[in-house]
């Protein structure tokens, strides 16, 4: 396959970030080296899972997941974080490359002790946006570029997104970065996310099958 690289000011624009830690991360799913930037600046930290050799010259498989510790931790059935990030740690181990960008935005950004809230106003009827948005918050806090910008600064060029949300596509491009394929990952369902679903394709615009 003949790779038509992106030449984008964006590459060569200030970093924001800087890449502090590496090490090599033994899991079920397989091994990965774990790698640890911050924003210089603000105070957020990111985590990054990087599989394999990442090249400019292949489009890797790669994921901005953002921090769902009720999901990624605890196994939570609101939401179908978990199992996202399970399967893109599968599909990146079968790949044998790929990165997945951990983004700690909890709640969309709200943080977990006011997502905590937002889960009881949800227990009243209230959808996941109405939740925050009754705290007082926009439907969606979270910024993308500086994750954009560790795929960039890891050496990629081209990506294949396995991602739902038009908006972490949106970053991804803006960063030079040419999206070559959207990748749709396949969980399983349950009963008590389906309206989770439903709400993020009907009033978020994101990309996911709802039965």
Excluded: W
């Excluded at 050799?53 to 292949?58: A, G, I, S």
């Excluded at 953002?66 to 931790?73: F, Y």
């Excluded at 970053?171 to 389906?194: I, K, M, Y």
């Amino acid at each position: 396959m003949t790779l038509r690289l992106i030449h984008s000011s964006n590459i060569n624009r200030p970093k924001t970030i800087e890449r502090v830690a590496d090490a090599r991360l033994p899991t079920e799913t397989g091994e990965f080296r774990i790698i640890g930037f911050r924003s210089i600046v603000s105070a957020e930290e990111f985590v990054v899972l990087v599989k394999g050799e990442l090249r400019p010259d292949r489009p890797s498989p790669v994921r901005i997941h953002s921090q769902c510790m009720t999901g990624d931790v605890f196994g939570s059935v609101k939401c179908d974080c978990g199992r996202q990030l399970d399967a893109a740690m599968k599909l990146i181990e079968g790949e044998g490359h790929g990165a997945i960008v951990y983004q700690q935005q909890e709640g969309r950004g709200i943080g977990i002790i006011n997502k905590i809230r937002a889960y009881a106003l949800q227990d009243e009827g209230a959808d996941t946006i109405e939740a925050n948005e009754r705290l007082g918050f926009e439907a969606d806090l979270r910024r993308y570029e500086q994750c954009a910008e560790i795929l960039v600064e890891l050496g990629l060029r081209a990506v294949r997104a396995i991602s739902d949300n038009p908006a972490k596509l949106r970053a991804l491009r803006q960063a030079g970065l040419e999206v070559v394929d959207r990748v749709q990952l396949e969980v399983e369902p349950h009963d008590l996310f389906a309206g989770y679903l439903k709400t993020k394709k009907e009033k978020m615009g994101h990309l996911v099958s709802v039965a």
